[in-house]
């Protein structure tokens, strides 16, 4: 089990939170290990229990550790969607630079969709043509709705999400279609208020070519265009 040295008694809970996170980076705490007690914390560091309790709360929180109730507290062992919650907070109240969150949003798309087109089957292949199809009946459409154009879009890039069969990549990916939620449907409106449809659909048709295709040389280039 990990030992850990007393510390100087200024910013303590941060501390505490430090000194575990370092613990499990250096592979002393592993996914699934108990952690000290709350008492055996305290004395290994010198500070006061209620500190360590705070420190534990936090981490909890965030979905880096969990309780079990009453066998005590473990490094979770797996993946959490409470990991992603700190950085959606901390990207949300530093957006002073709408290009980097696209920048953002460009990188994860290609590696999303690289790895969709590594790893895809035909039956998914299949799936994402009916998708596709479902899009284009909605961009179409004789009684345009920007919202179901939205939504069928959404659900297009969903299930090329799911071809790549990685549960982190998938969260991470939401986290940054969540954030960019607002100027992607800003995009979709803009783009058939202004009866550019056809557009619209191409570039969509020619991402949904590349995986048929298993083709990612202009991977980059086809997601670009995209962006309207």
């Known amino acids: 089990m990990a030992t850990f040295k007393k510390i100087n008694r200024s910013s303590l809970v941060q501390v ?28 290994q560091l010198g500070i006061a229990r209620n500190t360590v309790r705070e420190a534990v709360k936090i981490l909890v ?4 550790l969990e309780i079990r109730r009453p066998d005590g507290t473990f490094v979770m062992n797996g993946f959490s ?29 290609a590696g999303v969709l690289n790895n969709a087109i590594s790893k895809c089957t035909d039956e998914e292949v299949a799936v994402l043509k009916e998708k596709l199809a479902l899009l284009k009946e909605a961009i179409f459409a004789e009684d345009q709705n920007v919202d179901r154009v939205f939504e069928r879009d959404n659900e297009f890039h969903a299930a090329i999400t799911e071809m790549g069969k990685n549960v982190m ?21 803009y783009m058939i208020e202004s009866k550019r ?23 980059y280039a086809n997601i670009q265009r995209t962006y309207f």
């Open 16 to 43: 505490v939170i430090d000194r575990l996170t370092d613990a499990m980076i250096k592979g002393e705490l592993k996914p699934g290990d108990k952690i000290p007690t709350e008492m055996e914390l305290a004395e």
């Open 81 to 109: 969607d409470n990991l992603i919650d700190p950085m959606i907070y901390g990207i949300i109240l530093n957006q002073k630079n709408e290009n980097e969150l696209q920048e953002l949003r460009a990188m994860t798309e």
């Open 169 to 189: 990549i998938s969260k991470i990916n939401a986290m940054v279609m969540l954030l960019t939620n607002n100027t992607r449907y800003e995009s979709v409106k």
């Open 197 to 219: 449809n056809q557009e619209l659909y191409e570039a969509h048709e020619k991402v949904y070519q590349m995986v048929l295709n298993r083709e990612g040389s202009e991977l």
């Open 61 to 64: 929180y965030m979905g880096v």
